[in-house]
């Protein structure tokens, strides 16, 4: 398999976090908590301050937009990051964070990367050339109906409070397997094959940017929870393996 630039600019920066993240992994280090009671550590400051060096040196003049050090730069190219996406998992050692780095051109997301170092999966996309986990190609399933359905939820409190959960509930009772695998790791399972569809409606854009491509390229669809395309402002998902998009939007809408 060929890889763009781009492409091997991103796994690099994915590895260059990884190397931060084992090395401060299960070190007891600091929690600070940040204006919307999320934390962060100085493994998250880190990581990031590890990735933009390697993609501002590999991509120069392109912007960048990280979960620790905000926004920079202009231009129609923009790197997406969350060096660590499950920074609660990390505090509390266990592995199910990952490190999530996307490109956006143009306001259309056409690569993905996502590292899960700790868990030992590395998961990658880029438009037009498929999407790969630990080197082996990906593909969705082929399950037609919700009756036949895995599905995973993530991230259900604003659904949860609001008139939606009600449908939520029908969507449970109707499925063959429910299950909250959460983070990156339902989005891997998705592309993989190996559930059908996941629902969450409390995401931020870097969460979920890198798993956007991923998903696609295996054939998947990934929009809002009402159907609209990921933007910067998305704050909800349905990703399904695509045959069941219709029937969810329509069940959860």
């Given at each position: 398999?060929?890889?763009?630039?781009?492409?091997n600019?991103?796994?690099?920066?994915?590895?260059?976090?990884?190397?931060?993240?084992r090395e401060?992994?299960?070190?007891?280090?600091a929690?600070?908590?940040?204006?919307d009671?999320?934390p962060?550590?100085?493994?998250d400051?880190?990581a990031?301050?590890a990735?933009?060096?390697?993609?501002?040196?590999?991509?120069p003049?392109?912007?960048?937009?990280?979960?620790?050090?905000?926004?920079?730069?202009?231009g129609?190219a923009?790197?997406?990051v969350?060096?660590?996406d499950?920074?609660?998992?990390?505090?509390?050692?266990y592995p199910?964070?990952?490190?999530?780095i996307?490109?956006?051109?143009q306001g259309?997301?056409?690569?993905?990367?996502?590292s899960?170092?700790?868990?030992?999966?590395?998961?990658?996309?880029?438009?037009?050339?498929?999407?790969?986990?630990?080197?082996?190609r990906?593909?969705?399933?082929?399950?037609?109906?919700?009756?036949?359905a895995?599905?995973s939820?993530?991230?259900?409190?604003?659904?949860?409070?609001?008139?939606?959960?009600?449908?939520?509930?029908?969507v449970v009772?109707e499925?063959s397997?429910?299950?909250?695998?959460?983070?990156?790791?339902?989005?891997?399972?998705?592309a993989?094959?190996?559930i059908?569809a996941?629902?969450?409606s409390?995401?931020?854009?870097?969460?979920i940017?890198?798993?956007?491509?991923?998903?696609?390229?295996?054939g998947g669809?990934?929009?809002?929870?009402d159907?609209?395309?990921v933007?910067?402002?998305?704050?909800?998902v349905?990703?399904?393996?695509?045959?069941?998009?219709?029937?969810l939007?329509a069940?959860?809408?």
């Open positions: 398999m060929s890889s763009s630039s781009d492409l600019a991103a796994l690099e920066a994915a590895e260059a976090a990884a190397r931060v993240i401060m992994y299960a070190r007891n280090i929690v600070e908590f940040k204006a009671k999320s962060v550590t100085e493994a400051v880190r990031e301050r990735i933009r060096e390697v993609l501002a040196a590999r991509t003049g392109y912007a960048f937009f990280g979960e620790e050090t905000g926004r920079s730069g202009d129609d923009l790197w997406l969350d060096p660590i499950g920074t609660k998992a990390f505090v509390r050692e199910m964070f990952s490190t999530q996307a490109l956006m051109r259309q997301l056409v690569l993905g990367v996502s899960a170092p700790l868990y030992g999966e590395l998961a990658w996309a880029e438009r037009g050339a498929g999407a790969w986990l630990n080197g082996r990906l593909a969705v399933s082929e399950v037609g109906t919700i009756a036949e895995a599905v939820g993530g991230n259900l409190k604003t659904l949860a409070s609001g008139p939606g959960w009600a449908r939520w509930g029908a009772r499925v397997r429910i299950r909250g695998y959460g983070d990156f790791l339902h989005y891997h399972l998705l993989s094959g190996k059908d996941v629902v969450e409390d995401v931020n854009i870097l969460d940017a890198a798993l956007v491509t991923i998903v696609e390229e295996a669809r990934f929009t809002a929870l159907g609209t395309p933007g910067l402002d998305t704050t909800t349905l990703a399904s393996n695509g045959r069941l998009h219709g029937p939007l069940a959860l809408g």
